[in-house]
């Protein structure tokens, strides 16, 4: 996993060059770890990232309104559940009453996992329509990532529900690296220093 | 297979009605002092079992539709199938009147089919209350008269010096009264009489006045009402999978798999129509090769199915042989494999070719070289699927000796015949019982879906239940056409409209209506249509080709307004004054006066021009069909990038309202499926397969997309109720293209809407 | 074997673990109020309520419902008077029919949840139950005319 990480690290390095004007986010937890910082590593990693949250299979649920995506074209829920205060949605239309704790069988049923939610209404965690310089900021900031700290943000890529885009039921195309390559680049990014992009 | 001239192929609908008519209206005599003295003789036919139901109460039977216990209670039998519109109430209501019964005493059931006893039961053609209308009426005031004949023996009083009142009979000299129940069995025994009495429509207490469904509380607490709650001890499952394309036929099939899945009792293929069958006029058969599962349970035979292994192959041309109307004759139809692309353009290819002349007045080619402005417009429209909520589905006990069939069905009149045929059996020997229909808007006429489980029921030898799933429903054919029209008006140098053509087509049918608005309304008038053949199966939807012409013809006659520089209902009014006070051609089958009186009422009730309403972007359209007329205003307003129709006004010409509240309902429930369907809907084909499978993918208007406010009026008359179900739908369409030129700047010229605007669902 | 508690009842069931609950609930147990529309979770006609929440059952395994407190529309009111009961005769919902109880069952979690909606919660509230029929305006003050009839209900006790 090393080597893997390391390998598209030193790919993505190579295309974007080190990022000079990459901004290091302070992460929580920090002064207790040490660090390898490497901005022009973490950076590339981050790109890496940023390919999978920007995926519909990720993006759909941090959208930029209230109301979350569907399908590959990323349009509005068909019938338009609402976030709700913990990101379960309202009254009739919780998430849970459709998607079940796994995939409902067959095309273009409701995708399912135990924790199927968008994130709670004050902590957004907006993907969409986000460049990768705020969405790595809004990631690294503890005020708008849900109080992670590095080993819990690390431990997010482990997380069930994210483990779902690489298993998201029949016909729904995946992220566009597989999930041992986002969780490398993942945790490079962070372990490297978590520095955001310049753009 | 196609249909392409479906209703020619017909006996028409009507002719149901007149059989009736004719049995009805021997002779009616106005009365003094209001009424009808009306003389008929079908009643007679009826002649009572002279038994009484087993258990108690004990029911004296009046007649085919009344029946009343020793203390009171009074049923009253719904002849005619109910998928929504409200007859489970609204024609016993008729009885009722003419009974002169008190409502709080009646209860409703549904009546069994028997067309002799109960007359042509079909739910279609907005027909309901305007062919049952003075037929319920006869029976009310027959069982009435003889109830009072009993009376006056009972009492020995002379029946002349009898009257009734809310369920009473009175002789008021004497102060004597009685309940029609104490009268009921007497009653029974007395001769139906040739001639009765019936009420003048001012004096009416029970029709015109709101009455809640009687079905009500059944349906919010979950009773078994439904085709598909229907269930017998034994009952067997069974779905059929159907071909992926329309133009393919099964190849091969391999079950090994799906029999050994748990519950399964059985696999086969099944001919729906064997060679040569004559098909009646609403037999339409979307795929004749029926590969059939059948087991225990409907989660079962569903997950059975999916291990089906089959494989299917091009049709190619086949042939239908159509009977009906007494003409037998054979119909091809073609085996290609449809997409809508290629649709499309067929269908411009045909447009320009000649068609055939359906009417003409005047000279229109001449008035349109000396016009000083043309105005031609083409639009389009996808084929619609029905969308019931309760998909497809039909009980069925076929044996050697008798059928029990029951579920969901429109036409049990129409479907009757064929099934006698197809089981081989005697009509008497097929009893069809009429379940609640979960939706119908046309769908539910073509009975195919009966024939194929009483078949899958006489191979199986069993009670057997045949199930739709929505997929099988949307993909399975009977849609409303796909049509096109161009329309094009020629305006003098003064503005004033010269000449009018129409030119429509369609796969497999064209939606032209020759002789309505504005037929007769133009000095010169053309109206031709042409139709494409195609192995997509097409039936009745709410308010067939309607439902396509007060759209494209309603924004036509915006652009000519606008143009003509008028105010769109005046433009309008002013061709119903011609049309009124000098009419072009003599078959126009509107009545201008009523036509323009919705009009009139829809401006005065909308507040049209008044500043209040500046902030809506507004439109109009009115239209006329299935015996009634509707007009609508609709008020958008743009909501992030969105259209959303916030308020409409509807104004409605169908005579007498029989029931307010629910024709009010029926038609908010029009303007809000108007709405939905010109926004969204839409079906298309690839490769002969539809491209829609389920509500993901065929888009259906949901509560925050439908109005605020749907305001209703009724112009208040005399004349014999007119349908209503159908009636209200198309012009929707017409107002909502209207207002969207207001809201965008933009014309809308192909169905449905929203996907024009390149738009997403709209946002809260 | 599975044991559902169904409208305060216990019922022991042989069927597959990944039978839909609607089709244990139709065909099984012969409970037909909650319908089938779709299967897929889109129309809304197939809501139950699963521990209070508006559950589709379609695309509810009968296992997620094990030992759990089911209530369909045939126990939403052991009378069938709940508000929402009494204010959708009141109002005249219904056409054909065939959508209203899974309207209800929705519509019954949001007035637990909101006692006084406003026609924007309802339009969230309601926006997965589709009725073809367009009954939509009525169901709309129907909820807004249970929700009275519930407060009022409250205020006497």
């Known amino acids: ?199 | 297979m196609t249909k392409p001239f479906f209703k020619n192929n017909l006996p028409k609908m009507t002719d149901q009605t007149n059989s009736m008519n004719r049995r009805s209206f021997l002779k009616s005599t106005a009365l003094a002092g209001g009424g009808l003295m009306i003389s008929f003789t079908w009643l007679s036919a009826f002649k009572s079992s002279g038994k009484t139901d087993p258990g108690l109460p004990a029911w004296a039977e009046l007649n085919g539709y009344i029946k009343i216990t020793p203390d009171n209670i009074i049923k009253i039998l719904n002849p005619n199938p109910e998928f929504g519109q409200n007859v489970m109430t609204s024609l016993p209501m008729i009885v009722a009147e003419e009974l002169d019964a008190d409502w709080k005493d009646v209860v409703v059931e549904m009546g069994p089919h028997d067309s002799l006893k109960l007359g042509p039961q079909f739910t279609g053609g907005s027909n309901s209350v305007r062919m049952y209308w003075k037929p319920l009426r006869e029976a009310g005031a027959a069982a009435r008269y003889m109830l009072m004949q009993a009376a006056a023996e009972t009492w020995k009083l002379p029946a002349e010096e009898l009257t009734t009142h809310a369920g009473m009979i009175v002789h008021a000299k004497s102060m004597k009264s009685g309940k029609y129940g104490e009268f009921a069995s007497k009653a029974a025994g007395i001769p139906i009489p040739k001639e009765v009495k019936l009420k003048d429509v001012q004096t009416f207490h029970v029709v015109r006045n709101s009455k809640k469904n009687v079905e009500g509380l059944k349906i919010v607490t979950g009773k078994p009402l439904f085709g598909l709650d229907y269930h017998q001890e034994g009952m067997l499952i069974a779905m059929i999978a159907h071909p992926p394309a329309f133009g393919m036929k099964l190849k091969s099939f391999d079950a090994s798999e799906t029999l050994q899945m748990p519950g399964i009792k059985d696999v086969f293929t099944q001919k729906l129509y064997e060679e040569g069958f004559e098909q009646g006029g609403f037999d339409t058969r979307t795929f004749n090769d029926l590969l059939v599962v059948v087991g225990k349970t409907t989660w079962e035979v569903m997950k059975a199915r999916k291990k089906l292994k089959t494989e299917w192959e091009p049709a190619g041309e086949t042939k239908d042989t159509m009977g009906g109307g007494g003409r037998k004759r054979e119909i091809v139809v073609p085996g290609d494999l449809e997409s809508t692309g290629a649709q499309l353009e067929k269908m411009q290819e045909w447009a320009s070719k000649p068609a055939q002349q359906l009417r003409r007045d005047g000279d229109p080619e001449t008035a349109f070289k000396h016009a000083a402005q043309i105005i031609e417009r083409t639009y389009n429209a996808p084929f619609l699927a029905h969308n019931c909520m309760e998909p497809m589905n039909f009980f069925a006990h076929v044996t050697d000796e008798k059928a029990l069939v029951a579920g969901p069905l429109q036409a049990p009149g129409w479907s009757e015949p064929t099934l006698a045929k197809l089981l081989g059996l005697p009509a008497d020997k097929i009893e069809i019982q009429l379940t609640r229909m979960g939706g119908g808007f046309g769908r539910r006429a073509y009975g195919h879906y009966l024939y194929e489980a009483a078949l899958i029921s006489k191979r199986v030898k069993a009670p057997v239940k045949l199930i739709y799933t929505r997929e099988d429903d949307m993909t399975y054919g009977i849609y409303r056409p796909m049509y096109t029209a161009t329309y094009r008006a020629a305006l003098d140098a003064r503005k004033n409209l010269i000449a009018f053509h129409v030119k429509g087509g369609g796969i497999p049918e064209h939606a032209v209506h020759a002789n309505r608005f504005p037929a007769g309304t133009v000095d010169n008038y053309l109206a031709e249509g042409w139709q494409i053949p195609s192995n997509i199966t097409i039936g009745a939807f709410r308010a067939p080709r309607s439902n396509f012409n007060a759209a494209a013809e309603q924004s036509f006659l915006d652009e000519v307004a606008e143009a003509a520089g008028k105010d769109p209902i005046d433009f309008r009014l002013e061709l119903l004054q011609r049309a009124k006070e000098n009419p072009v051609g003599k078959n126009n089958e509107y009545d201008a006066d009523r036509y323009a009186g919705i009009l009139k009422l829809v401006k005065e009730k909308s507040g049209w021009g008044k500043a209040e309403n500046k902030k809506y972007n507004r439109g109009v359209a009115a239209y006329f069909c299935h015996n009634s007329y509707a007009a609508h205003v609709v008020d958008m307003v743009m909501r992030d990038g969105q259209p959303y129709v916030e308020r409409v006004t509807s104004a409605i010409d169908c005579g007498i309202v029989i029931n307010p509240d629910a024709a009010t309902n029926m038609v908010q429930g029009a303007v809000v499926d108007g709405i939905g369907n010109s926004f969204y809907g839409g079906l298309t084909h690839k490769g002969g397969a539809v491209e829609q499978k389920n509500f993901y993918d065929y888009r259906i208007i949901r509560m925050h997309e439908a109005p605020k406010k749907i305001d209703v009026y009724f112009v208040q008359n005399d004349i014999d109720p007119t349908g209503l179900g159908e009636p209200p739908f198309p012009p929707v369409f017409g107002a909502v293209a209207n207002a969207l030129f207001k809201a965008t700047g933009k014309r809308f010229y192909q169905q449905p809407y929203i996907p024009q605007l390149n738009a997403t669902p709209r946002a809260f | 074997m599975i044991t559902l508690n169904i409208n305060k009842k216990n019922y022991n069931v042989d069927v597959d673990q990944d039978t839909p609950l609607l089709w244990v609930l139709r065909d099984t147990l012969g409970l037909v109020g909650t319908k089938y529309g779709c299967g897929v979770a889109q129309c809304g006609a197939c809501t139950i309520h699963l521990n209070g929440e508006a559950v589709r059952s379609c695309v509810t395994k009968v296992s997620r419902a094990a030992g759990q407190k089911v209530v369909t529309i045939e126990g939403l009111a052991e009378k069938g008077d709940h508000p929402l009961q009494k204010a959708w005769l009141e109002l005249d919902v219904s056409q054909c029919g065939y959508c209203q109880a899974g309207q209800v069952m929705s519509a019954a979690v949001l007035l637990k949840e909101n006692k006084a909606p406003t026609d924007a919660d309802i339009d969230a509230a309601m926006a997965g139950n589709i009725c073809r029929c367009g009954t939509y305006l009525r169901i709309r003050d129907a909820i807004h005319r249970a929700a009275d009839i519930q407060r009022k209900g409250t205020e006497k006790t």
Not at chain 1, 67 to 79: C, E, G, I, T
Not at chain 1, 152 to 157: D, V, Y
Not at chain 1, 165 to 172: A, K, T
């Open chain 1, 1 to 199: 996993m090393v080597i893997l990480a390391l390998l598209v690290s030193i790919v993505a390095g190579a295309i974007s060059g080190p990022a000079r004007k990459a901004s290091h986010a302070r992460i929580a937890g920090d002064e207790e770890t040490e660090l390898l910082k490497d901005s022009a590593r973490s950076v590339a990693a981050f790109k890496e990232v940023y390919k999978v949250l920007m995926h519909p299979r990720c993006m759909n649920c941090h959208p930029a309104g209230d109301v979350p995506l569907q399908n590959d074209d990323s349009h509005l829920h068909a019938m338009l559940p609402r976030r709700g205060n913990g990101g379960h949605g309202v009254y009739a239309m919780k998430c849970a009453n459709c998607h079940q704790p796994t995939n409902t069988p067959g095309l273009r049923t409701p995708p399912g996992n135990p924790k199927w939610a968008l994130p709670p209404a004050d902590m957004k965690m907006v993907f969409q329509n986000k460049n990768p310089r705020e969405l790595a900021l809004q990631i690294m900031d503890y005020k708008s990532n849900g109080h992670k700290n590095k080993a819990q943000l690390i431990e997010h890529a482990r997380d069930t529900l994210v483990k779902w885009g690489w298993d998201p039921g029949e016909g729904r195309s995946l992220p566009p690296l597989n999930y041992q390559e986002f969780v490398a680049a993942w945790d490079t990014w962070i372990n490297t220093g978590g520095y955001a992009p310049a753009r």
